[in-house]
């Protein structure tokens, strides 16, 4: 496309059958301790899957 | 829903609910702008007449532009409709697991910082030290609750872990005697404020622990003016030369220098950047979280200056890694492969549900923020969770239970926020901190900028 570059991203949706495993881990757990955020955090799954 | 924001040259569009991240030239920018609220001849004609002077925009590449959108649109990756809100609802009838516990081996410290939330150790509490036994039962409990789940978490923390090392030892070398036998995998983290460091600690650390959370707070005068000596001497001096010397015997294994900045130092790149001088590499820093009266609480009107600050940082950071000597931000971590998948975006960090912390009682908390608020008290170690209507609020807390995150863009990257600040700004755990929401964005913005400027170099 001219005008629009797409990044290459997981898609969220398709994440509805594949996702859930639970393996991933706790986001406070590791440097924030006062704030919650997942985007910061990898998927156990997908890193295994590399 | 779409999210649309210029920043550092760059015109960014994120499509929610597909994840999909699109860098747009100017045209393609204000087209997708119009594009839910205009039909097609709306659009060329307003666009005919913004671009009135650019010989280059035509009606043909107007109609290019809006059939590569609509393409977009089918594909799921622009316009995306929410599939989620029905989804996130079922998480109430889930059977969780427990998979992370945070373990205040001490309630107490041996600083006494002015912010700490913790009420320097003692959860407004007693001090005191979590006996051998009661970390054992924690991690009995834990194991017993897993269910399935293969990695396990514990954080050593306090008060300061540190001056109860060796429970810390014990409970360790307990873990990895059972761990094989019982099919787990123990991930330890210590959160410490350096003290007590010396080459037996790191030694074990660096043996032991999947990630360390050390605290700095950046530069000297500011470190030393919130992080004092029960003296209330600075304890600056005394802990950088041992930071220093854990992390490069560390090698490559996970650590974080971890800052906290107030109203006092709103300029705080320049603390991150004096980590950096340091030479530590995985920095974190955070926005002080207390009550709005307090001297060094942040305001509303030192948001505009925060942004600015994180804008500086995401820039400086890129100009780090063209220049080889990288540094990381905790915030900026973004993974847009193999991040999060929808599940963990909607269901947050599951305190209270797969995340709890124990006391050095045994009683069990939603998570460390909420230790010592008898309301929350979940149960403990030994008894397990007796008190279910508190698990049942957590187990609801999620990134569709918030009606202010209703229409927010960036709920799928915080899953509707820390349910500890929401309830110290509001009163409930499923109200929002609008201000940490504030910063929260800025952030995202700036941690997906660097991901389509990164992509831009490696092409």
Avoid at chain 2, 144 to 151: D, M, T
Avoid at chain 2, 402 to 428: I, Q, V
Wanted: glycine share 8%; with cysteine; hydrophobic share 35%.
């Amino acid at each position: 496309m001219k005008r629009i570059k797409t990044i290459e991203t997981r898609d969220l949706q398709k994440s509805v059958k594949t996702g859930g495993c639970g393996e991933c881990q706790t986001s406070c757990q590791s440097a924030c301790k006062t704030s919650c955020g997942v985007a910061n955090q990898q998927c156990e799954k997908c890193l295994g899957e590399k | 829903m779409i999210h649309r924001y210029k920043l550092n040259g760059y015109n960014i569009v994120l499509d929610v609910f597909s994840g999909s991240v699109h860098v747009v030239d100017d045209l393609a920018y204000d087209i997708i702008g119009l594009y839910e609220n205009a039909d097609k001849d709306q659009i060329l004609s307003a666009m005919l007449e913004k671009y009135v002077s650019d010989s280059s925009i035509t009606e043909a590449e107007i109609s290019d532009c809006i059939d590569d959108i609509e393409q977009l649109k089918t594909e799921g990756k622009l316009f995306t409709a929410d599939q989620y809100a029905d989804l996130a609802f079922d998480f109430k009838a889930r059977n969780t697991v427990v998979k992370a516990l945070c373990l205040h081996v001490a309630h107490t410290c041996n600083l006494n910082c002015e912010y700490c939330f913790a009420s320097q150790g003692k959860y407004h509490g007693d001090r005191a030290l979590m006996s051998f036994e009661v970390a054992k039962q924690a991690i009995d409990f834990l194991i017993e609750n897993s269910g399935s789940r293969k990695n396990l978490e514990v954080d050593f923390f306090g008060g300061e872990p540190l001056m109860n090392f060796e429970v810390v030892k014990e409970i360790t070398a307990y873990c990895r005697s059972i761990e094989k036998e019982k099919g787990k995998n123990f991930r330890f983290t210590l959160t410490t404020n350096g003290v007590l460091l010396d080459d037996e600690v790191i030694d074990f650390a660096n043996r032991e622990c999947h990630n360390v959370v050390l605290s700095l707070d950046g530069r000297k005068e500011v470190h030393d003016s919130k992080r004092k000596t029960v003296n209330g001497k600075g304890s600056y001096d005394v802990i950088v030369p041992k930071f220093q010397h854990f992390v490069e015997k560390r090698g490559n294994k996970g650590y974080y220098i971890r800052g906290t900045f107030t109203h006092n130092n709103t300029d705080f790149t320049n603390d991150i950047f004096h980590m950096a001088d340091l030479g530590f590499t995985e920095l974190s820093m955070e926005p002080v979280v207390c009550p709005p009266g307090d001297p060094y609480a942040l305001t509303y009107d030192d948001l505009p200056v925060l942004f600015e600050q994180y804008e500086i940082l995401a820039k400086d950071m890129l100009r780090r890694e063209k220049e080889g000597k990288p540094i990381t931000f905790y915030h900026y971590m973004l993974d847009l492969n193999s991040g999060p998948c929808i599940y963990k975006r909607i269901s947050g960090c599951g305190s209270g549900t797969e995340y709890m912390a124990v006391t050095p009682w045994g009683d069990l908390y939603p998570c460390h923020q909420f230790v010592g608020n008898p309301d929350y008290l979940l149960g403990n170690v030994f008894d397990g969770v007796t008190n279910p209507d508190v698990q049942n609020e957590f187990k609801l807390c999620n990134a569709y239970a918030r009606p202010d995150c209703k229409e927010c863009w960036a709920k799928l990257y915080c899953s509707g926020g820390c349910a500890a600040n929401a309830y110290h700004a509001t009163g409930s755990v499923t109200g929002t901190y609008q201000y940490g929401c504030e910063l929260f964005k800025k952030r995202i913005e700036c941690a997906i900028m660097m991901k389509v400027a990164q992509a831009e170099t490696d092409e």
